[in-house]
């Protein structure tokens, strides 16, 4: 061709004439079009490959400049041109005065030790190689290769917070971050916490197999924060971080970041406290104070004698919530201290028996007899008296229909929890604690038993996983059950997640699968023992309900022609 619109190349006008030569390669076959021949021209439908012009290596193609890696590199690190004094061809040469394919010629060839030896390495030719892979060569003569180690990555340097704190003359009062994103936010004052902050990021991106955007939020929010932090260098306040649920940026893996890099102020209140403080409104003061003394203790523990050990705060919710009836009472009848309550006040306030006697008298004797021990208060007005044991409780069956519902729910966590728990009678605890690695040959590797899951439960379990690997393809966490909060980390999922996921108590499938694992074996308490793990105690609650008139009629009114799901196939359990 010659140039574009033409209808007749060089050769075939009617005056044939030679065509130019390339302007960019200088070669005068395969003209094309625009002073350049068909490899060079961009718009050519055809490639070829083609040598390096330097060092010969083959493979070379137009996307690629028609130059290996190496030659390029070559020719920025020695500009001086001239003929080489081993092949003579006019080329970028090193101080030795040869070219680039000799000098690669002696240095694969020489003897370790040793000086190289251009003449004696290059007098009975030279070998060729692809374009970019000469360095798989060195598998030639391993001996004299000199192989250049990559250094180990270095941990980042420990970062200390900084102890002083710059105060600030007029605070703000309540921060708006979406203003900062839409106006931009200030440079950070502190470049080399920003640098070892970005490496732990890198790091906990990696050992949590969080995704890009994820990683990249972990990045933003920390440069968010290092922005308007008035003290550079020093702890973050949780309350700032908090403030990056505005910019829709990750707050609990942040959290979580910081804290295991000593590098977070918790300031925020715990919700026990709020919880506490809304509770106790409208006691008087003597005894609000007391009690306060009391759930302060609890709560953070003490080391001084006597000491306290701290709980939970469900626990003390709960000791607070039983107690709380009997307070009420004594402050109706004009008791405004703790030390005023005498015997006859808790066993007039006691009901008479059962679990309600049990809670109340359990709750005021947790918070009477610490703050005796601190002689708060004179005497425990709760010493020697006699609790009851609790009301004992009939384990219930579920109904037919609610248990085929959750179990062919098109929700695949539901359906495999419920198939777990419906098949296998598994407690929350062995839910949450389940890994992958647990899952093997069609069995379920418990601690403290194996099981052999059933059909069912196997193809239920299976689309689980391929819904996790879907959902968290790349989540480090080695549980089998995982959730929106607990992707981005490694601890297992929480008991109200399980109950929230199955829309009931875990507890009450696994109560009506011992209800007729109890009735088809007849009240054996040894088979329920060897299947579940349970104790004996715990299966006679379960075989003692098989005679009873209530769960008698519970099974005849939903036996029918369809069976009890999950509950006639005892494989595995």
């Not at 030790?113 to 374009?131: I, P, T, V, W």
């Not at 425990?380 to 959750?406: N, S």
């Not at 006679?540 to 036996?559: F, K």
Request: with cysteine.
């Amino acid at each position: 061709m010659s140039s574009q619109g033409a209808k007749y190349c060089h050769r075939c006008r009617p005056k044939p004439c030679d065509p130019p030569p390339c302007r960019q390669c200088g070669s005068t076959k395969d003209y094309w079009t625009a002073f350049k021949c068909r490899d060079c021209y961009r718009g050519s439908s055809a490639e070829r490959a083609a040598s390096c012009p330097d060092c010969f290596a083959w493979g070379m193609l137009r996307r690629y400049g028609r130059m290996c890696v190496g030659c390029r590199a070559w020719r920025r690190l020695y500009e001086s041109t001239g003929p080489c004094r081993i092949c003579g061809r006019v080329l970028h040469l090193a101080e030795a005065g040869a070219c680039r394919l000799c000098m690669k010629q002696a240095q694969m060839l020489r003897p370790r030790r040793q000086a190289l030896d251009l003449e004696g390495s290059n007098r009975h030719g030279q070998q060729l190689y692809f374009a970019n892979m000469e360095r798989r060569l060195e598998l030639l003569n391993p001996k004299g290769a000199r192989r250049r180690t990559e250094p180990a990555p270095q941990p980042p340097p420990p970062l200390r917070p900084a102890e002083h704190q710059q105060l600030v003359m007029l605070p703000p009062h309540g921060r708006d971050l979406r203003r900062g994103q839409e106006r931009g936010f200030p440079e950070v004052d502190a470049p080399e916490v920003a640098a070892v902050l970005k490496a732990a990021v890198d790091d906990y991106a990696e050992r949590h197999g969080l995704e890009y955007y994820t990683a990249w939020g972990l990045d933003r929010g920390l440069r968010v924060l290092l922005s308007i932090q008035e003290t550079p260098g020093a702890r973050f306040r949780a309350s700032d971080v908090l403030l990056l649920s505005d910019l829709l940026l990750p707050v609990r893996p942040l959290l979580k970041l910081l804290a295991q890099l000593d590098m977070l102020d918790d300031d925020r209140t715990p919700g026990v406290v709020t919880w506490f403080r809304e509770r106790t409104v409208g006691l008087p003061e003597p005894m609000l104070g007391e009690l306060t003394t009391w759930f302060e203790l609890k709560l953070s523990g003490s080391t001084t004698a006597p000491r306290v050990k701290a709980r939970p705060p469900r626990w003390i919710q709960r000791m607070v919530t039983h107690a709380l009836p009997a307070l009420r009472t004594w402050v109706d009848q004009g008791k405004d201290s703790l030390r005023s309550v005498t015997r006859a006040d808790v066993l007039a306030v006691l009901p008479d028996s059962g679990t309600p006697r049990v809670d109340m008298l359990q709750g005021l004797r947790h918070i009477l007899r610490p703050l005796k021990n601190r002689r708060i208060i004179f005497t425990d007005p709760t010493a020697r008296i006699f609790c009851g044991m609790p009301t004992p409780t009939i384990p219930l069956p579920v109904e037919v229909d609610a248990l085929r519902e959750i179990l062919h729910d098109q929700q695949a966590p539901r359906a495999a929890l419920a198939a777990l728990v419906i098949f296998h009678a598994l407690t929350s605890a062995q839910l949450r604690g389940l890994k992958t690695t647990d899952l093997r040959d069609g069995r379920l590797f418990l601690p403290d038993r194996t099981v052999l899951l059933a059909e069912p439960v196997r193809i239920r379990v299976a689309t689980y996983l391929d819904y996790r690997n879907h959902r968290w393809p790349r989540t480090a966490n080695p549980h089998l059950f995982v959730s929106q909060t607990t992707g981005c980390g490694v601890e297992p999922v929480s008991n109200v997640w399980i109950n929230d996921v199955l829309g009931m108590s875990a507890r009450r499938l696994r109560e009506d699968r011992l209800l007729h694992e109890a009735e088809a074996t007849g009240g054996d308490p040894r088979r329920i023992c060897d299947l579940f793990g349970l104790s004996v105690g715990a299966a006679l609650r379960y075989t003692g309900t098989v005679d009873q008139p209530g769960l008698i009629e519970h099974s005849l009114r939903n036996a029918g022609p369809a069976p009890h799901p999950g509950k006639n196939d005892h494989a595995g359990t």
